[in-house]
């Protein structure tokens, strides 16, 4: 008789920091590298990577940022494995699907909300920060385009901090996947979905928590339920977010320049939010990175939470 076949080579390192961690059942906060990577821009996505770090240690919380390094999926980087990620404008884009091709192939790559949440559960990490989930794509109705993210939430047991889905998704349309996916979604102090840059998405969720116990909580009894992700979603405070007029502006602008470039599939979303953040002349890019900031700081609390509930 052979073992089990894994479904994924996983085949993770972890840092020594956050292997102690985990094994002293400290708290840790997974963080993805495709935000870096293909979010923000070069050379800003590196203070930004370290910034993120330090928020998930002011929440109370070990960082670990994951990225696919020579084929190996590595849980908590070095800076110099930070710089690598952060400096190579060639780096893949790695969803859950890629892994085993970039394990198998020895490639390096930046991994998703997909492919980070998969891995870092697989680490027995149990809260993970972004800053907007993939999600519906407004053409999908012709495209299909609809992330990955959605179904690896569906099957992933952990908590994703995360400041709604990304504005140039169809909002309404990815909550009825979410629905559909049976992923618990409550929002933090709020019912208002947020809308990632801006505050309010125009549509509401049916719970809010009201602190990271109850966030934590809420997860001890979903991971007690069946496999599968809470989703906390935290909005900008109004005078963080950015301005609607201007966010409906360049939303449409972007769009409009995807589809006139013909930019498809995974291309999308990095395409999108690049035109954003210079038709709004670094507006969206620092909003985007004030919520980041903020998702991690918060979701270093809910792993403090976590790791000091009962068992
Ligand atoms: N959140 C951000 N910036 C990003 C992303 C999330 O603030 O760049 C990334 C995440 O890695 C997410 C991915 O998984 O965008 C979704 O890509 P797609 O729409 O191609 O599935
Ligand atoms: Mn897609």
């Known amino acids: 008789m052979h073992p089990p076949t ?6 993770a390192v972890l840092s020594p920091e956050v292997a102690d961690a985990l094994a002293a059942g400290r708290p840790v ?29 002011a929440g109370g919380a070990v960082p670990a940022t994951i ?45 998703t909300v997909s492919s980070t949440a998969l891995l870092a559960a697989t680490a027995g990490i149990g809260v993970f920060a972004t800053g907007g989930l ?34 140039i998704l169809d909002v309404p349309a990815t909550l009825e996947r979410l629905e559909s996916l049976s992923v618990t979604v409550v929002g933090y102090r709020t019912t208002t979905f947020p809308g990632f840059y801006v505050a309010d998405s125009g549509s509401t969720v049916d719970w809010a928590v009201a602190d990271p116990t109850e966030a ?28 609607p007029v201007l ?25 999108v939010l690049d ?3 210079r038709a709004s002349e670094g507006a969206t890019l620092a909003v985007n990175v004030r919520l980041v900031l903020r998702n991690a700081e918060l979701a270093g609390r809910i792993a403090a939470a976590l790791a000091g509930l009962p068992t």
């Open 134 to 167: 993939g999600g519906v794509h407004r053409q999908s109705v012709e495209t299909f385009d609809e992330s990955a993210d959605l179904t690896a939430l569906s099957r992933t047991s952990l908590v994703v901090v995360c400041a709604g889905v990304k504005s």
């Open 67 to 111: 990225a696919v390094l020579d084929g190996v999926p590595h849980v908590g980087l070095t800076a110099e494995q930070v710089d690598r990620v952060c400096a190579d404008p060639g780096l893949a884009k790695l969803g859950v699907r890629d892994l085993p091709v970039a394990a198998a192939l020895g490639l390096s790559g930046a991994t």
């Open 216 to 243: 934590a909580r809420v997860f001890a009894a979903r991971r007690g339920l069946a496999p599968g992700a809470v989703v906390v979603a935290n909005p900008l405070p109004a005078d963080e977010q950015l301005d």
């Open 29 to 57: 906060v997974a963080l993805e590298s495709t935000l870096l990577a293909h979010g923000l821009p070069r050379p800003d996505n590196r203070s930004a990577a370290d910034d993120v770090e330090g928020a998930v240690r």
């Open 247 to 271: 966010h409906d502006r360049v939303i449409a602008g972007a769009l409009a320049a995807a589809e006139q470039a013909g930019v498809r599939g995974k291309a999308v979303t990095p395409f």
């Open 275 to 277: 035109h954003l953040h």
């Open 6 to 11: 894994p479904e994924i080579p996983t085949g």
